[in-house]
T-cell receptor, first 113, second 109 residues
């Protein structure tokens, strides 16, 4: 099946720094990728939809200036958490869809100290 | 917007007992998917149900999709300790997935 990779798998950073997370579709082209966030012991919440060559669509309550999404190619979407704070510590997962099937990246665990 | 409710939030069973988690959507779904997540891991796809009234089985797991395509259930027969984890349903309205809050299953030997 299709493969989605994410990098890094884990990142620890200091409060106030920015962190970039990459999501790649390895064997297919993804015009759309979805970014989810999962806080500890909670469900996955859709943050934004990344569209290749155009602006991302953000869900209500997600700050677009804080979570910068760039989808510059058909195989790469990046999520940058700017000026990260401890409350941004979470598990970030990207997915892409082929037909009705969602393919998940392995996730990035962000810890902000 | 679409809401997906899942119950129960937690379930603690003895090994060998059955387990069921239920999922309800506020809107009709194009399909529903089930995922299992172990602590520290990412959600792993289990199955997708597309047709109204569909029932699918995977060994001890039985998945059902309601006739109205708004509810679903996952039933595990004779649980084992390897079944421990959080089970999420996710409704697909044709766009992104909308996840339920999950049911955390604990199985004690």
């Amino acid at each position: 099946g299709a493969v989605v990779s994410q990098h890094p798998s884990r990142v620890i950073c200091k409060s106030g720094t920015s962190v970039k997370i990459e999501c790649r579709s390895l064997d297919f082209q993804a015009t759309t990728m979805f970014w989810y966030r999962q806080f500890p012991k909670q469900s996955l919440m859709l943050m934004a939809t990344s569209n290749e060559g155009s602006k991302a669509t953000y869900e209500q309550g997600v700050e677009k200036d804080k979570f910068l999404i760039n989808h510059a190619s058909l195989t790469l979407s990046t999520l940058t958490v700017t000026s990260a704070h401890p409350e941004d510590s979470s598990f970030y997962i990207c997915t892409s869809k082929i037909g009705d099937t969602q393919y998940f990246g392995p996730g990035t665990r962000l810890t902000v100290l | 917007g679409q809401q997906v409710m899942q119950i129960p939030q937690y379930q603690h069973v003895q090994e060998g007992e059955d387990f069921t988690t239920y999922c309800n959507s506020s809107t009709t779904l194009s399909n529903i998917q089930w995922y299992k997540q172990r602590p520290g891991g990412h959600p792993v796809f289990l199955i997708q149900l597309v047709k109204s009234g569909e029932v699918k089985k995977q060994k001890r797991l039985t998945f059902q999709f309601g006739e109205a395509k708004k509810n679903s259930s996952l039933h595990i027969t004779a649980t084992q300790t390897t079944d421990v984890g959080t089970y999420f349903c996710a409704g697909d309205s044709g766009y992104a997935l909308n996840f339920g809050k999950g049911t955390s299953l604990l199985v004690t030997p």
